[in-house]
């Protein structure tokens, strides 16, 4: 154990950890836009390059610390104000925050692989910090946690002296909670005695950049402990308040997010909370030019509240597919097919009959993200809820191709989603 200001790092490496062959990674990079660190060394070479570009003014340490945490802080003020604040100023502060953020990531001296390694674990995409630090741009995901969090932080400290947080996954900048510690830092409304924050990931360049970061912020206090460890593997010695979550991508698919909630959820306090309190993962079977394109075509950007009438009408809603939430993680059992793939069986649809054009129409999956209270990510507010099109299920359609992997149904039909948590999770869809 080492300690550095008063946080407790624990340097845990798990003893093993399924990983990809070079050749499956290489079809990886094509899938995910991504290059592991030996492909490409000019690529490295200009990432680092970026990086240190950003610190373009040469400012003292205590100047760019004032402008980090002072950025930090001001989106946050933002995001927690109850009168509607415009999006433009939205973006502007949280396009501040990011770079302040990332000239604190340069300075944390990321090696080539620690800057660029994503890979595939047993239980979801491990992203790199180069794509994770993009998160805290995530203006309405942002928004719709720290609102929650927030709002929980709050009516617990009524009723109790002190909260305990736990943030596995949390990658290099923590972005749903680093900034309400920087707020609350600055506006002396919530203290390190109130409130003590257990961070973890699996990366160890994102926990290099968390290091540096938590001391730029000058929010060591608020940290318990950092650790470095597989958060489906992390077994704490303590019980917590609260466990934010946020491993997860469009469609509720790629990343661990259930994996994770369900092996850290046994270590909540009995009155805590999960956060998000649930996300409800629904179906609807839609004409893809006007989901995704038509009706945006006069959109200043995507966002529930811009989710036009006529397409709205012309969807099919199927109903939800999966409730993740407290008491479902508590009671639900996983079960393993041959290979030790996980699965989790999620709920049963009837397809819908006589539809003229549904042969026209794909499935998309979509994720509704309820925080806490009435704090929540909608859907298109953020990239986690954009709907996900599924072009290889087929409704009243034969596809062209012959393919194994195609799901093939017609309407009177009863579907059972399934939910994969080994490898790349995501729903696979049986007859039911």
Not at 106 to 117: I, M, P
Not at 216 to 240: G, K, N, R
Not at 297 to 316: F, G, V, W
Request: overall charge negative.
């Amino acid at each position: 154990m080492q300690k550095g200001s008063s946080i407790e790092f624990y340097q845990q490496r798990p003893q093993s950890r399924e990983t990809v062959g070079v050749e499956e990674v290489q079809q990886q990079t094509q899938q995910f836009g991504f290059a592991e660190p030996e492909m490409d060394e000019l690529l490295k070479y200009s990432l680092r390059t970026q990086l240190e570009a950003m610190l373009q003014n040469q400012l003292s340490t205590a100047e760019r610390q004032r402008q980090l945490k002072e950025s930090f802080a001001a989106a946050v003020e933002l995001v927690l104000k109850e009168t509607k604040v415009e999006h433009r100023t939205l973006v502007q502060a949280f396009q501040s925050m990011y770079g302040n953020a990332c000239q604190s990531l340069s300075l944390a001296k990321l090696t080539q692989e620690e800057l660029t390694r994503q890979y595939i674990s047993t239980s979801g995409l491990v992203m790199s910090p180069l794509n994770c630090k993009h998160t805290i741009k995530d203006v309405y995901r942002i928004k719709g946690f720290a609102c929650g969090i927030n709002k929980a932080i709050q009516h617990m400290l009524a009723n109790k002296s002190q909260v305990k947080v736990l943030y596995p996954a949390c990658g290099p900048f923590a972005p749903l909670l680093l900034p309400l510690l920087a707020h609350y830092k600055q506006s002396d409304r919530i203290s390190a005695e109130q409130l003590q924050v257990t961070l973890v990931d699996i990366h160890p360049g994102a926990i290099k950049a968390l290091n540096q970061l938590i001391a730029d912020l000058d929010i060591a206090d608020y940290i318990e402990a950092l650790v470095e460890e597989d958060a489906t593997q992390f077994s704490p010695t303590q019980t917590f308040d609260l466990l934010i979550l946020e491993a997860m991508q469009h469609g509720f698919s790629r990343e661990g997010f259930l994996s994770i909630a369900k092996h850290l959820v046994q270590y909540l306090h009995i009155q805590g909370e999960m956060i998000p309190n649930q996300v409800s993962v629904r179906a609807m079977m839609v004409i893809g030019e006007t989901e995704f394109n038509q009706q945006w075509e006069k959109a200043e950007y995507a966002h529930s509240n811009h989710c036009q009438p006529e397409a709205i009408d012309d969807r099919i809603d199927l109903g939800e597919i999966l409730n993740v939430n407290k008491a479902m993680l508590l009671r639900s059992e996983i079960f393993e097919l041959d290979g030790g793939i996980k699965m989790l069986q999620g709920n049963t649809i009837e397809l819908p009959k006589d539809v003229p054009d549904m042969a026209k129409r794909i499935l998309a999956i979509y994720s509704h993200i309820d925080t806490y209270g009435d704090a929540m990510v909608g859907q298109y507010d953020s990239g986690i809820t954009h709907p996900k099109p599924d072009m290889t299920f087929y409704v009243d359609a034969k596809p062209k191709a012959v393919e194994h992997h195609y799901f093939e149904a017609k309407g009177g039909d009863k579907v059972c989603f399934y939910y994969q948590l080994t490898g790349l999770p995501g729903f696979v869809a049986t007859h039911g």
